[in-house]
């Protein structure tokens, strides 16, 4: 509702051409508070609007655009004006912006963005997609180690209003290996004539520049860290990562493996973003592929037809037995593909994970069975045999998918699949026919079909 208002005023002093007011107006909001505005806007306005916001303004705000209105505006812009834009914003940022421009759009706005800026931007790009090195920024503050804290504070104040963050100082040798780290609040704190060296923390935790970014966003969950160097093969420092894209990620990879469980190919791109024909592939392929398998499911209720004619009860109670053995994986599965992704499991906890789910497979199936022959025997009314059947099959489905339903993942994840990919449409296919043979086995040896 306030943002609604926000919007009107601003349309309001646009119309009536109250240029000055609106860039005060913009002046005194956050970044992200003005793109959610422009965003809402037509895209004419959005365009004037953006001019008429100062140049740092303007390129904070046009970070947290969306793609497509990233790519309308820049494109929209002459090649001065574009080239303010991207030499205003952060190196990660322009780079993640990059990557989803077309080549052409690219080299236009490389060839007239600054030197430095080109060297940042050419430098995060030529790293593989979600690695560190392509997630980094370039824009830190690095000391020598033979400073003293009064010419380290002089650097920061004159190089650190183009800086990522300062809350974290880099320490580096001769050979630009990073050998310490110093916080803000230490040199505040410490002597003007103490040197750098006597009061950086040396033990320094970092990331290599080809770790996958969702190691790297386990690393800030484990030490807690707001921002984070990334070293190459070298130990040589060339970026930083700060907590702010970690959080991107975190969103980022936690979407994916929804998709992945749901059986739908991954997509980069919002929901209403994305076109019916590209939402259309991203789901056909999984369907396929389950729609067949689960032909085998038909091929054994085929296989049985004469047991079930002897007691036509029986298939009655087949959507069931399907139906709680696969939401009995589903439930595993999920479990342990969550634990795997927050690294609570390991490979070598395989056999641990394993009796632990056997034991809760055995009280959920003992239960459900009585349950289902309480059920059976007073309102179904079936035969007692057939009561026996059906709860015999019902416990030995709920172990068996539980079991399927842990194991999977982590081998998934041993042989280097995505575990994700491993959850409950797949799962539920395969303890859907594993059973259906148990059914018919155990109907064959206790009604002696």
Known sequence: ????????????????????????????????????????????????????????????????????????????????????????????????????????????????????????????????????????????????????????????????????????????????????????RYLLLSEEDELISDIMHENVISVNTLMDQEEVAGQFKKYDFT????????????????????????????????????????????????????????????????????????HIITSFEDALSVYVALTAFIPMLMDTGGNAGGQASVTVIRGLSLGEIEYRDVLRVLWKEVRVAVLCGVTLALANFAKLMLFDRVGLLVALVVCLTLIAAVVMAMIVGCLLPVLAKRVGFDPAVMASPFITTIVDALSLLVYFQVATAVLGL
Not at 126 to 152: C, F, H, W
Not at 248 to 264: L, N, P, R, S, V
Not at 281 to 287: D, Y
């Open 1 to 184: 509702m306030e943002q609604i208002k926000e919007i009107e005023e601003l349309k309001e002093l646009l119309d009536n051409k109250q240029y000055t007011r609106l860039r005060q107006y913009l002046a005194e909001l956050n970044e992200a508070d003005i793109a959610g505005i422009l965003e809402e806007m037509e895209e004419e306005e959005m365009l004037k609007v953006f001019r008429i916001l100062p140049k740092d303004l303007a390129a904070n705000a046009f970070s947290y655009l969306d793609v497509d209105n990233q790519h309308m505006i820049i494109t929209s812009l002459s090649a001065k004006e574009a080239a303010n834009v991207i030499d205003n914003l952060m190196a990660d940022d322009a780079a993640d912006m990059l990557e989803e421009m077309p080549s052409n759009v690219v080299k236009k706005l490389l060839a007239n963005a600054s030197p430095e800026t080109r060297r940042d931007i050419n430098q995060l790009l030529r790293y593989p997609e979600d690695s560190a090195g392509s997630i980094m920024t370039v824009e830190y503050v690095d000391l020598k180690e033979n400073l003293t804290v009064k010419q380290a504070i002089e650097r920061i104040r004159r190089v650190g209003l183009d800086r990522e963050t300062i809350n974290i100082c880099y320490v580096l040798d001769a050979q630009r290996k990073l050998i310490g780290t110093v916080a803000l």
């Open 227 to 298: 921002a984070m160097p990334v070293v190459d093969n070298e130990q040589r420092l060339v970026g930083i990562i700060t907590v702010d894209d970690i959080v991107d990620i975190m969103e980022e990879e936690t979407t994916e493996d929804m998709e992945k469980m749901a059986a739908i190919l991954p997509s980069d791109k919002p929901y209403m973003k994305t076109g019916i024909w590209e939402t259309f592939k991203k789901r056909i392929p999984w369907l396929l592929l389950l729609m067949v398998s689960a032909t085998f499911t038909g």
